[in-house]
């Protein structure tokens, strides 16, 4: 299986509108984060979506991607689902609706933003999505088990998806004890880092995902979610504990 990191930004992205610092001006495109997603490539080449925001459209014409089998919501936030109108030229070429896997929280909210989508008379050019509504469980769909991850996101709770020995995590201040034994000696983890420094009450910053690195022993960790606040992507990998490396758009990784 392969993983694709569509963005690597936070909800703003980087650069900011209107910010002058040395991340958001540098022209290193490691330095430049769309809202975070990841794409993930079955060993039957079938297309996990995990998150559709703002970026959504340009992520998949950037990486040439032409289809979504399923897509994986983690939360509601509007940089996770405010992109899925844009699924609507895979819709009309499939003839099929997006089936959106998410909790039963999020499928409400997803209804609320895109009424048009869900109508009993559906207008021609409306996208259409199957909701699936899914608890804190194993399911398997496309032939791939996938197992969420119940993470605390200020005062929400937010699903991170695990594959095979990999665990993709964002948007989490907070892990339980339950939890973080699914994410024990994984080959890679995955997890948000929003700034090196100031707690923040709804984000990782970088001494908590250390932390969580040496507790959880994965072989990898990959940072993500990352904010200007994080610095320049070559000086501050170089910097990180071994093992521990940033995520950057385009970045391609086996499992």
Do not use: W
């Not at 936030?77 to 109108?85: A, M, T």
């Amino acid at each position: 299986m392969k993983l694709k990191f569509l963005g690597t930004g936070t909800s703003q992205g980087v650069p900011v509108i209107g910010c002058t610092c040395e991340v958001c001006t540098s022209e290193n495109p490691k330095d430049k984060r769309l809202r975070s997603s990841v794409m993930i490539t079955t060993e039957e080449n079938r297309k996990i979506l995990i998150d559709c925001g703002p970026d959504f459209r340009q992520q998949m014409l950037v990486n040439h991607e032409h289809t979504v089998d399923i897509t994986l919501i983690t939360h509601e936030h509007n940089d996770h689902v405010i992109g899925l109108d844009d699924m609507r030229p895979l819709i009309f070429k499939s003839g099929k609706d997006v089936p959106l896997y998410c909790y039963s929280r999020v499928a409400g909210e997803i209804k609320n933003r895109f009424p048009y989508a869900f109508a009993d008379v559906r207008y021609p050019g409306a996208p259409a999505f199957e909701l699936h509504e899914i608890e804190n469980k194993p399911f398997t769909v496309l032939d791939t088990e996938i197992t969420p991850v119940e993470v605390i996101h200020y005062k929400i709770t937010v699903f991170g998806y695990k594959f095979k020995n990999l665990a993709y995590i964002t948007d989490a201040g907070f892990i339980s004890e339950t939890e973080k034994e699914k994410l024990k000696n994984l080959d890679v983890l995955i997890l948000n880092c929003i700034r090196k420094f100031d707690p923040h009450p709804a984000h990782f910053i970088l001494p908590d995902v250390i932390k969580l690195f040496e507790e959880l022993q994965p072989k990898k960790l990959f940072l993500t979610h990352i904010s200007h606040h994080l610095g320049l992507h070559d000086i501050e990998d170089k910097q990180l504990p071994a093992g521990i490396h940033l995520a950057y758009d385009g970045l391609e990784l086996n499992f």
